[in-house]
């Protein structure tokens, strides 16, 4: 579970939510609305005030890399110099896990990349090196990943495929997933509830 209680940051006024533990909530808005800012926030990527909790645990103060929290967007930031399955060994030791082959091995097969393992991301398509982002994302176990607008680059096939993978990923090991998107039909393949994002103030979108 996300439990955010009173956080004020840039244009975001007084935010309270709550993304209930191993459910999608989406974040809706125009642009400039303050979405990206309030999922950096959570991230631990921009200072804030309020209050922030992750799976109960209260990150205030955390650092991005020891909060039990991913976050991914358009920007894959794949390190081009490691291969693939290295990139994923890489986000194990840097959350302070034993870097196994196994939980990689699964997550690059279930998102359909474990042919790609040894290869470097200057060698995969667009929609290749998001899969990649998503399984680095997600190798680490986290509590709570933080997606904004990570497939808006991605053509819909490709899009639609990932909803599905996504939805089975969360599902099997009881993801708390917060989502800001443009994209109603997003939204509605992988939401079960959210909230509107309007000048900085939140409030539930009925």
């Given at each position: 579970m996300l439990h955010v209680e009173?956080?004020?940051?840039?244009?975001?006024?007084?935010?309270?939510?709550?993304?209930?533990?191993?459910?999608?909530?989406?974040i809706c808005g125009a642009s400039g609305s303050g979405k990206t800012t309030l999922l950096r926030a959570i991230a631990g990527h921009l200072p804030y005030r309020g209050r922030v909790?992750?799976?109960?645990?209260?990150?205030?103060g955390l650092p991005a890399w020891r909060r039990p929290c991913r976050h991914l967007?358009?920007?894959?930031?794949?390190?081009?110099?490691?291969?693939?399955?290295?990139?994923?060994?890489?986000?194990?030791?840097?959350?302070?896990?034993?870097?196994?082959?196994?939980?990689?091995r699964e997550l690059l097969q279930a998102l359909e990349?474990?042919?790609?393992?040894?290869?470097?991301?200057?060698?995969l398509s667009g929609g290749e090196q998001q899969r990649v982002a998503l399984a680095r994302?997600?190798?680490?176990?986290?509590?709570?990943?933080?997606?904004?607008?990570?497939?808006?680059?991605?053509?819909?096939p490709l899009r639609r495929r990932l909803w599905q993978v996504l939805r089975q990923l969360q599902s099997r090991r009881a993801l708390t997933l917060l989502l800001v998107?443009?994209?109603?039909?997003?939204?509605?393949?992988?939401?079960?509830?959210?909230?509107?994002?309007?000048?900085?103030?939140?409030?539930?979108?009925?």
């Amino acid at each position: 579970m996300l439990h955010v209680e009173g956080l004020q940051c840039a244009i975001l006024r007084e935010i309270s939510l709550t993304a209930p533990a191993g459910r999608c909530t989406a974040i809706c808005g125009a642009s400039g609305s303050g979405k990206t800012t309030l999922l950096r926030a959570i991230a631990g990527h921009l200072p804030y005030r309020g209050r922030v909790q992750i799976a109960g645990q209260c990150v205030d103060g955390l650092p991005a890399w020891r909060r039990p929290c991913r976050h991914l967007n358009q920007r894959l930031y794949l390190f081009p110099f490691l291969t693939v399955e290295q990139n994923l060994a890489l986000a194990q030791f840097a959350a302070g896990q034993t870097r196994h082959a196994e939980p990689r091995r699964e997550l690059l097969q279930a998102l359909e990349v474990d042919h790609l393992a040894r290869r470097y991301p200057g060698q995969l398509s667009g929609g290749e090196q998001q899969r990649v982002a998503l399984a680095r994302a997600l190798v680490s176990a986290p509590a709570l990943l933080l997606l904004d607008e990570p497939f808006s680059s991605l053509d819909w096939p490709l899009r639609r495929r990932l909803w599905q993978v996504l939805r089975q990923l969360q599902s099997r090991r009881a993801l708390t997933l917060l989502l800001v998107s443009h994209e109603p039909r997003e939204v509605a393949a992988l939401a079960d509830g959210g909230y509107c994002l309007q000048q900085g103030c939140l409030t539930p979108d009925d």
